[in-house]
């Protein structure tokens, strides 16, 4: 660095300008006025100075880093200048998931290997045992994912639970664990067969004919009437009423399938200062504002009138700390956000993928038709209990072997805050030192399609989570550690229970513009088809609103 520092110096110094400058003055405007003065004839020796600076700046920036794993012995795939080892997926030559996978196969022989996100560096581990020790053993040495919003400028994102960091973290999470227990899930049960029952009873109603549908609108509309009355208090029905304020707001809002959304993540994940220089925010001020308005009116109207309601503002309005300290509104609309966030977008990616298998695969449906007709059967044909949604097993092993197949997330991170010796990453091999600031990544792409730990893992099988032990650092769609999806168990439920009633009450099938087997966008970071999630529905032969029978067979 040096040797750049006397460069600028020497090229800055050299050039010759109209006007006087005194050398080694410490006005702090000398820049600016050097940069006000027309530049005369550069000469040649100038010129020669300031393509050696260029050319510093560059080995610097661009090349230098390279060395980063060469210095450590580490195996890396060969890079492409400032594009690193992501330039596929950014040109869209591969979808990010097969990428992934295909390098986490390339290096089987190692229990890690090094990847340029761009020019950064990181650690992909391959190894569960050392997954286990960065995520769980060693947690405190890796507490914290890459933060890559300034918080100031973008409250909604950059205080959520998903992006605080360190104690900051710790503390939100202690005040909303409690949320997410089975006693407080039971609670908040009721409304999400609400929602499911309504929801079912619209398409089956709509479609006696038959109809097609995208899948992806439809289980958005679904997410959303669950996550506005269980977050929220706010009882909205989008089949019926399609353009009301909260899912018009929620489509407008939250669209990771847009360019900007995925331009403002590229430029957050990988150019923080650019991004903090032009204030760029991947949510605006006026979702702050609608977020911050429904919590304020919500939180006043409960106070006033002495308003209980089993859902998460609720919860959230009732949670302290170990000093008594409550969430402010700022807090309960930043984290009420981030569960609206993941309801809305991330959980109808799951259903969407999980409805397409069940649709696709004829044993499969059969099995999971059998499931709900016994469960049925033992309600006598009243509304599912907690108990009887949550003991569907093979139901269960359905949503899991999807989640392992086409998991929504590519990667987890985890950012070092604390010196940290990774094992050798193979015989013979030294150990690396990792220090503050070094990241690493786990691939859930590539442990879910692993033969070690799944067999035939190209294929649908269900049955492998109902007959084989999974450990639970080699499936990971949900995260792993202590920083683990808080809301897990919620998705899965609300999961589980839209399909109980809309399985029972309507046939569902391929159609023309179904995709078999899926290909996904390679534009998007999410599994998302080319042509979108499609599939034909039609209304049960002896469906009736009161019963909602199933029978053994087709329409």
């Known amino acids: 660095m040096r040797a750049i520092h006397s460069a600028i110096s020497v090229a800055f110094l050299s050039l010759p300008v109209e006007g006087s400058v005194a050398i080694g003055s410490t006005d702090p405007t000398l820049f600016l006025r050097c940069a006000t003065l027309k530049p005369r004839t550069m000469s040649p020796v100038t ?9 510093l700046l560059a080995y ?24 690193g080892n992501i330039a596929p997926v950014l040109f869209r030559r591969v979808y990010m998931g097969y990428y992934l996978r295909d390098l986490y196969n390339r290096y089987s022989h190692l229990k890690y290997f090094g990847f340029f996100n761009f020019m950064s560096p990181l650690i992909v581990i391959r190894d569960p045992e050392l997954i286990s020790s960065i995520a769980m053993k060693n947690f405190d040495h890796f507490t914290d994912h890459l933060g890559f919003v300034d918080s100031d400028i ?14 900051h973290w710790r503390e939100m999470r202690k005040l909303l664990s409690p949320s997410f227990t089975s006693a407080k899930m039971k609670n908040m ?9 309504s929801f079912s009873g619209f398409i089956a109603e709509e479609a006696k004919n038959g109809r097609i549908y995208d899948l992806k609108d439809l289980f958005r509309r679904y997410t959303n009437d669950v996550v506005a009355t269980t977050n929220f208090g706010i009882a909205v029905d989008s089949m019926r009423n399609p353009d009301n304020e909260f899912y018009t707001f929620g489509r407008e809002t939250i669209n990771f399938a847009s360019t900007k959304m995925n331009l403002k993540f590229l430029i957050g994940r990988n150019f923080p200062t650019l991004s903090k220089l032009f204030r760029i925010r991947i949510f605006d001020e006026k979702a ?16 006033e009138k002495g308003i209980v309601r089993p859902d998460m503002i609720q919860l959230m309005m009732e949670s302290t700390d170990t000093q008594g300290n409550h969430l402010s509104i700022d807090d309960m609309t930043i984290q009420a956000f981030v569960f609206f966030l993941a309801g809305f977008d991330t959980s109808a990616s799951l259903m969407c993928l999980a409805t397409h298998m069940i649709a696709t695969h004829e044993e499969v449906r059969e099995k999971v038709l059998a499931e709900i007709e016994e469960v049925h059967n033992k309600l006598e044909g009243r509304q599912p209990t907690y108990e009887a949604i949550r003991d569907m097993q093979y139901l269960d092993a359905v949503l899991d072997e999807t989640g392992r197949m086409y998991p929504v997330v590519q990667f987890l991170d ?10 050798p990453a193979a015989p013979g091999a030294k150990p690396v030192k990792m220090k503050p600031g070094d990241q690493v990544w786990f691939l859930p792409p590539g442990l879910h399609y692993d033969p070690k730990y799944f067999s035939d893992p190209d294929t649908f099988k269900p049955e492998r989570f109902l007959n084989e032990h999974i450990p639970q650092t080699v499936y990971i769609p949900f995260g792993v550690g202590p ?9 899965l439920m609300e999961t589980k229970v839209m399909l109980y009633y809309l399985l029972k009450r309507c046939v569902i099938e391929p ?3 179904t995709t078999v087997p899926l290909e996904f966008n390679k534009a998007l970071i999410q599994p998302v088809p080319k042509t979108g999630f499609w599939l034909k529905f039609k209304t049960r032969n002896d469906y009736s609103t009161a019963n909602g029978h199933v029978p053994n067979g087709t329409a």
Not at 154 to 167: C, E, H, Q, T, V
Not at 414 to 423: G, M, N, S, T
Request: proline share 5%; glycine share 6%; hydrophobic share 45%.
């Open 47 to 55: 010129l020669a100075l300031i393509l050696v600076l260029l050319g």
């Open 60 to 83: 610097r920036y661009l090349w230098k880093t390279t060395n980063f794993f060469k210095e450590r012995g580490i195996e890396h795939p060969p890079t492409v200048p400032i594009f």
């Open 154 to 167: 973008d409250p909604l994102f950059g205080k959520n639970l998903f992006s605080l960091r360190g104690d």
């Open 189 to 197: 049960f009721k409304l999400i067969v609400d929602c499911a029952d």
């Open 288 to 303: 702050t504002q609608f977020f911050k308005k429904v919590v304020t009116e919500t939180v006043r109207m409960r106070k």
């Open 414 to 423: 985890r950012v070092c805050v604390k010196d940290f010796e990774l094992p």
């Open 483 to 491: 920083r683990i999806c808080i809301g897990n168990r919620f998705a």
């Open 511 to 513: 159609c023309a513009k």
